[in-house]
C-alpha cells in the first residue's frame, strides 16, 4: 500500500521552457501533498505544502510565481517550474500524507535537466 | 544548532556487521519519529516508524528516548544491500504534518 506515483521521471528541455510535474497518490486519499527538490550530496530541501483546495504554503525563499502548485483532488497534486533555467535543474521529489502525524510516502521523483 | 543532527558518516563497515545510528533532535514537541533509506539518484523509501517502546523489524530496530531527545537505529546482520543513506526524519506535529530531516548518514557495506 502507500503508493505514490510522480511523472515524468526524467525532463531535459531548453532554458525558458516550462515543464509541469504531477504527483499522484494510488491507493490513499492525501490530506496533503508536499514538494521537495533534493541537489546532489544534499539532503531533501521542502520546497511547498500543499492542502487539497487551498493555496500551497511556500517555504522562505521558494517564488510561488517560479514554482506553480495546483492540488486540484486528494490524489493529485502538480508542480510547474515555469521559465526554467539551468539553475533550476535538480531532482524534485513529492510525498503524500494521510494524516497530519502519519509518514510522507515519497514519489519516485523527476529528475530535471535544463540545457 | 540544527532541528535533527545526525552521525556524519560515513559509514564503512564489512557484510555481518551490526551498526548503530544516533540522531538527537531540538524540538521537545516533536511527535513522530521515523527512518528512511535513501539510495544513489532515488526517493526516500520509510524503513520505519520509531515508538517510543522500540519496535524491531527483522534485523532492524528502531528506539526513542524522548526525554533524551534521541533516536536510534540498529542494523544486525548487515547486508550489501543495505549500503544507502539512512535519515532520520522527526514530525513536530503542529507544523501540518512538515517533516524535518537529518542529513543523512551514509552506509557503506562492503564484502
Known amino acids: 500500500g502507500a503508493v505514490v506515483s510522480q511523472h515524468p521521471s526524467w525532463v531535459i528541455c531548453k532554458s525558458g521552457t516550462s515543464v509541469k510535474i504531477e504527483c499522484r497518490s494510488l491507493d490513499f486519499q492525501a490530506t496533503t501533498m508536499f514538494w521537495y527538490r533534493q541537489f546532489p550530496k544534499q539532503s531533501l530541501m521542502l520546497m511547498a505544502t500543499s492542502n487539497e483546495g487551498s493555496k500551497a504554503t511556500y517555504e522562505q525563499g521558494v517564488e510561488k510565481d517560479k514554482f506553480l502548485i495546483n492540488h486540484a483532488s486528494l490524489t493529485l497534486s502538480t508542480l510547474t517550474v515555469t521559465s526554467a533555467h539551468p539553475e533550476d535543474s535538480s531532482f524534485y521529489i513529492c510525498?503524500?500524507?494521510?494524516?497530519?502525524?502519519?509518514?510522507?510516502?515519497f514519489g519516485d521523483g523527476t529528475r530535471l535537466s535544463i540545457l | 544548532r540544527k532541528e535533527v543532527e545526525q552521525d556524519p558518516g560515513p559509514f564503512n563497515v564489512p557484510e555481518g556487521a551490526t551498526v548503530a545510528f544516533n540522531c538527537t533532535y531540538s524540538n521537545s514537541a516533536s511527535q513522530s519519529f521515523f527512518w528512511y533509506r535513501q539510495d544513489c539518484r532515488k526517493e526516500p523509501k520509510l524503513l520505519m516508524s520509531?515508538?517510543?517502546s522500540g519496535n524491531e523489524d527483522g534485523r532492524f530496530t528502531a528506539q526513542l528516548n524522548r526525554a533524551s531527545q534521541y533516536i536510534s537505529l540498529l542494523i544486525r546482520d548487515s547486508k550489501l544491500s543495505d549500503s544507502a543513506t539512512y535519515l532520520c526524519v522527526v514530525n513536530q506535529g503542529n507544523q501540518g504534518g512538515k517533516l524535518i530531516f537529518g542529513q543523512g548518514t551514509e552506509l557503506s557495506v562492503k564484502p
Open positions: 510525498s503524500a500524507q494521510q494524516g497530519a502525524t502519519s509518514p510522507q510516502h
Open positions: 520509531v515508538y517510543s
